[in-house]
């Protein structure tokens, strides 16, 4: 069965650090892995990722894939505390448009 | 707002009551799905459209639950005989085509008593 697993669930930091969050997955037919960030309810978009080795950017946040080793790593600098939130990784089940999710890591970002 | 929006935000039930909820998709995206979130958990797939066909549903989507799409437009999900277990948020999203990027709503929160 297709899965995702995040770690570490729950990360508590200073502001000005930087993070590196993490997910693996195992999936039949892979073809994206995305990143959503969930503050009160919905989750919004960060980044898909579809190819190996290509960091993608965004400000302080950025976010590579290696599909050898089946993850993925959230990278955030310079951590504010609008950056708590929970970050969710996501994969497409194989054969469907149904995306499976872990858990995800909560961020805490303390002034 | 050209978002993904759904209501009621937030509803409280009585156990056995039949509740509905709506979610209208950003207009020129034909795919939607529902998902259900609880507490520490990543959200859950339960059923998905593509324009008005409902192509997939998962095995949670127990027979008390049921979901359309009329005229490929808002979507509604319908959960009767509430049971405490409904207790979750429910996630609305929505996408063009394939590759996947969905935009999420705010949720329902629904809270059966």
């Known amino acids: 069965e297709d899965k995702v697993v995040q770690s570490p669930l729950s990360l508590v930091v200073h502001e000005g650090d930087t993070v590196t969050l993490n997910c693996s997955y195992e999936?039949?037919?892979?073809?994206?892995l995305l990143w959503y960030k969930q503050e009160k309810k919905a989750p919004t978009f960060l980044f898909m990722l579809?190819?190996?080795?290509i960091e993608k950017k965004s400000g302080r946040l950025s976010s590579i894939l290696d599909k050898k080793e089946l993850f993925s790593i959230l990278n955030i600098t310079a951590t504010q505390t609008g950056d708590s939130a929970i970050y969710l990784c996501?994969?497409?089940?194989?054969?469907?448009?149904?995306?499976?999710f872990g858990k995800g890591t909560k961020l805490t970002v303390n002034p | 707002d050209t978002g993904v929006s759904q209501d009621p935000r937030h509803k409280i039930t009585k156990r056995g009551q039949n509740v509905t909820f709506r979610c209208d998709p950003i207009?020129?995206?034909?795919?939607l799905y529902w998902y259900r979130q609880t507490l520490g958990q990543g959200p859950e797939f339960l059923t998905y459209?593509?324009?008005?066909?409902?192509?997939?549903k998962s095995r949670l989507l127990s027979d008390r639950f049921s979901a359309e799409r009329p005229k490929g437009s808002f979507s509604t999900l319908e959960i009767q005989r509430t049971e405490q277990g409904d207790s979750a948020m429910y996630l609305c999203?929505?996408?063009?085509?394939?590759?996947?990027?969905?935009?999420f709503g705010q949720g329902t929160r629904l809270t059966v008593v």
């Open positions: 579809t190819s190996s080795g």
């Open positions: 999203a929505s996408s063009l085509n394939p590759p996947y990027e969905a935009f």
């Open positions: 207009s020129e995206h034909n795919r």
């Open positions: 459209f593509q324009n008005e066909a409902q192509l997939e």
């Open positions: 996501a994969v497409p089940q194989g054969g469907s448009e149904k995306l499976v």
């Open positions: 999936v039949t037919n892979f073809r994206s």
